[in-house]
């Protein structure tokens, strides 16, 4: 079945120590997308990829950072991660056919920073 | 902002009701979607109503859409237990219309 996976689902680091968060796609979609979601809020886009063009939100910290080797992978990097940036982590991809933007989600990884 | 506010907040019924959530946003819109979330999982999507639509049908959802009051509702009907879960809309504006804002969600329980 077609579909966006990430890695890994639960992930603990360190205050400080980089952390990679992964995801993958077998939809094909030009479109990936970062989000950050904590607890009892909305999604918060953090940057996304319109095929190798990125683009990344005005107010996203420079902590930040994303990866787009192909089509089908996408990664989230975190170079010194804060308590404050425990939070559940959703990658999402979209075809954008005829301008349409409905958007395919994974399961999210769930990060810990102790 | 274009964030959308969603209302209410936290919606509890019985099994079988009616469940109607609704959406306002603030600037015009190429498009507007529902999504449901499980807790602890990703974001599914359930509908999309163009900006050119005023109601739209999918099983038991139907949702409408009022451009000139900036708002939309999304109806569950004939409701059930496996319906409990957050339920967020989501804008893409005309310029841009690659990128979603969510709102802040509505946090519906399904009482048995």
């Known amino acids: 079945d077609a579909m966006v996976i990430q890695n890994p689902r639960y992930q603990v680091t360190q205050f400080g120590k980089p952390v990679t968060l992964s995801c993958s796609q077998t939809l094909n979609h030009n479109v990936m997308y970062w989000y950050q979601q904590k607890s009892s809020q909305a999604p918060k886009l953090l940057f996304h990829?319109?095929?190798?063009?990125?683009?990344n939100e005005a107010d996203t910290p420079d902590n930040f950072q994303s990866r787009r080797p192909n089509t089908s992978f996408c990664f989230l990097d975190i170079r010194s991660p804060g308590l404050g940036d425990a939070a559940m982590y959703l990658c999402?991809?979209?075809?954008?056919?005829?301008?349409?933007?409905?958007?395919?989600f994974g399961p999210g990884t769930r990060l810990t920073v102790l | 902002s274009q964030q959308g506010e969603e209302d209410p907040q936290a919606l509890s019924i019985q099994e079988g009701e009616n469940a109607t959530m609704n959406c306002s946003y603030k600037t015009s819109i190429n498009n507007l979607q529902w999504y449901r979330q499980n807790s602890g999982r990703g974001l599914v999507h359930l509908i999309l109503?163009?900006?050119?639509?005023r109601e739209k049908h999918s099983g038991r959802l139907r949702v409408t859409l009022d451009t000139s009051k900036k708002s939309s509702s999304l109806l569950i009907t004939a409701s059930r237990a496996a319906d409990t879960a957050s339920y967020f809309c989501a804008t893409a504006l005309i310029q841009g219309a690659q990128k979603l804002v969510f709102g802040q969600g509505t946090r519906l329980t399904i009482n048995p």
């Open positions: 990829y319109y095929d190798k063009d990125f683009n």
């Open positions: 999402a991809t979209s075809a954008l056919r005829g301008g349409y933007n409905e958007q395919f």
């Open positions: 109503i163009r900006s050119n639509e």
